[in-house]
T-cell receptor
Framework: NAGVTQTPKFRILKIGQSMTLQCAQDMNHNYMYWYRQDPGMGLKLIYY???????DKGEVPNGYNVSRSTTEDFPLRLELAAPSQTSVYFCASRPWGWPYEQYFGPGTRLTVT | ELKVEQNPLFLSMQEGKNYTIYCNYS?????LYWYRQDPGKSLESLFV?????AVKQEGRLMASLDTKARLSTLHITAAVHDLSATYFC???????????FGTGTRLTIIP
């Protein structure tokens, strides 16, 4: 299994541009999550999904959108990028059931200038 | 709202010494996780703690959980350079799918 994969690894955006961060997992996990990590900080939850077609907001959803059309994929869309969205973005997934342990992808480092 | 605090935020210690990282959380939870992050890398799961009094050990690291005190500790024994990393605790929000992360402890082991 490849686990959780994310593309791209790095990206520089200009203010006002849009992009989609891709996340895929091949473990047949129901739950998927998007986090952002600002320098020197912990992770903050942006959006999560409990299964195909079901998504919900996390702590910091403004400026982002998600969709979940398949179990495997959970893309994160940034509309009208702003410098405040400069961060490292991590996708995670977990299977149904206890102990709810999440498995993380390698991250996407995004800079908005 | 669940809040998670870690201390210290930065820790520089000599090889061979022992130290403890603390993770306090504000509301009742049923699960706590410890992760390790190397610079520029993703998070690696270290421990999952699910019950009061749980203790888990892996090599020089030992984690424990006191749900009554809402406190978890990560104890490092006879530190070695390879343990230099940032360590995060994450606490499960009771009754939902979310994790709340602490701000992390950046550990540097000095030869």
């Amino acid at each position: 299994n490849a686990g959780v994969t994310q593309t791209p690894k790095f990206r520089i955006l200009k203010i006002g541009q849009s992009m989609t961060l891709q996340c895929a997992q091949d473990m047949n996990h129901n739950y998927m999550y998007w986090y952002r990590q600002d320098p020197g900080m912990g992770l903050k939850l942006i959006y999560y999904s409990v299964g195909a077609g079901i998504t919900d907001k996390g702590e910091v959803p403004n400026g982002y959108n998600v969709s979940r059309s398949t179990t495997e994929d959970f893309p994160l869309r940034l509309e009208l990028a702003a410098p405040s969205q400069t961060s490292v973005y991590f996708c995670a997934s977990r299977p149904w059931g206890w102990p709810y342990e999440q498995y993380f992808g390698p991250g996407t480092r995004l800079t908005v200038t | 709202e669940l809040k998670v605090e870690q201390n210290p935020l930065f820790l520089s210690m000599q090889e061979g010494k022992n130290y403890t990282i603390y993770c306090n959380y504000s509301t009742t939870s049923d699960r706590l996780y410890w992760y390790r992050q190397d610079p520029g890398k993703s998070l690696e799961s270290l421990f999952v703690l699910l019950s009061n009094g749980a203790v888990k050990q892996e090599g020089r690291l030992m984690a424990s959980l006191d749900t009554k005190a809402r406190l978890s500790t990560l104890h490092i024994t006879a530190a070695v350079h390879d343990l230099s990393a940032t360590y995060f605790c994450a606490v499960g929000d009771l009754g939902n799918e979310k994790l709340t992360f602490g701000t992390g402890t950046r550990l540097t082991i000095i030869p």
